[in-house]
C-alpha cells in the first residue's frame, strides 16, 4: 500500500523530517510505500526558496494565500487521492497548525483509512480527528505490527469506503 505521512511541518522542527524518514524505512521492510511531503517539499525548488515566515507577517496576505493554496492545498490533497491509507502523527506541532487536520477530512471524504498515531491520552485527541480515524495507536510500533497485515488493510479501504458513503452520502455533490 502507499501511505501518506501526515503530521505537523509548520511547527514542527525540520518539518517533521525525522518520523517520516524513521517510517518510510519501516514501512519498505513490510512491502508498503510511504509518500512524505517534507521530501516532496524540498524538491520543489519555488517552495524551499519562498519566504514563508515573512510574507505570513506582511500586510498584504494575498502573495502568501496564492502560495499556501499553489504549493500546499493542492500539492497535499492530489497527494492523498494518489495513495491509499493515511499516517497521521497527532502531536504538539499538529495543535497548533490546521493542515495535517484538513488532510485527515481530506482523506475521510476520499474514502482512505486514517492511522492516528499519538501518545496523547485519548481525551486530548479532538473528536473530529477520532471520527475521521480508521485505528489509533499509541505509537510507531504499533502501528507498524498493524500494517504488517495486508489483509487488513484491504478490509480497512472498503470499510473507509462504506462509512463515507453512510455518513456523507448526499452531502457533495457527485455522491
Known amino acids: 500500500m502507499r501511505f501518506y505521512l501526515s503530521g505537523g511541518m509548520e511547527f514542527k522542527d525540520g518539518l517533521g523530517k525525522g518520523w517520516r524518514e524513521t517510517i518510510t524505512k519501516a514501512l519498505a521492510l513490510l512491502g508498503h510505500i ?7 517539499e524540498m524538491e520543489d525548488s519555488e517552495a524551499t526558496t519562498y519566504h514563508w515566515a515573512e ?19 493542492r500539492k497535499d490533497m492530489r497527494a492523498i487521492q494518489d495513495t491509499d491509507a493515511v499516517i497521521l ?25 486514517v492511522y492516528v498515531v499519538s501518545s496523547f491520552e485519548r481525551r486530548d485527541v479532538p473528536g ?6 480508521t485505528a489509533l495507536f499509541e505509537n510507531f510500533a504499533q502501528l ?32
Open 128 to 133: 473530529w480527528l477520532i471520527g475521521e480515524s
Open 55 to 73: 510574507k505570513k507577517l506582511k500586510e498584504d496576505l494575498d502573495d502568501f494565500r496564492h502560495m499556501v493554496r499553489l504549493k500546499m492545498f
Open 144 to 175: 507498524l505490527a498493524y500494517v504488517e497485515d495486508h489483509e487488513q488493510l484491504k478490509f480497512d479501504r472498503h470499510v473507509a469506503e462504506f462509512i463515507r458513503d453512510s455518513y456523507l452520502e448526499g452531502i457533495y455533490k457527485g455522491r
Open 34 to 40: 510511504a509518500v512524505d511531503p517534507v521530501k516532496e
Open 89 to 113: 502523527l497527532y502531536d504538539e506541532s499538529v495543535q497548533r497548525g490546521a493542515g495535517t487536520l484538513a488532510e485527515a477530512w481530506e482523506a475521510f471524504r476520499e474514502a482512505k483509512p
